[in-house]
């Protein structure tokens, strides 16, 4: 199951696409700066979510071969 930061991130990332896309469409480059950093800043939450979850996961599995204390 995704984590919510995961979630989260791809939801910031396509906003920051959007956003991104509108100011190249407007020339706006003040749009289009805050929409890319939004695009990259939802990658980057979202390897969070999934570096969190992978962690999560080999716990459970640990915890799981050695028994939990």
Do not use: C, W, Y
Not at 16 to 41: F, H, I, L, P, W
Not at 43 to 55: C, I, M, P, S, T
Request: proline share 1%.
């Amino acid at each position: 199951m995704p984590d919510m930061d995961e979630i989260k991130g791809k939801a910031r990332e396509g906003m920051g696409s959007v956003q991104e896309k509108a100011g190249q469409a407007t020339s706006d480059r003040d749009m289009e700066a805050k929409g890319s950093a939004n695009k990259s800043e939802g990658k980057a939450q979202g390897l969070f979510g999934k570096v969190k979850d992978g962690v999560g996961d080999a716990v459970k599995a640990v915890e799981d071969k050695f028994g939990k204390h």
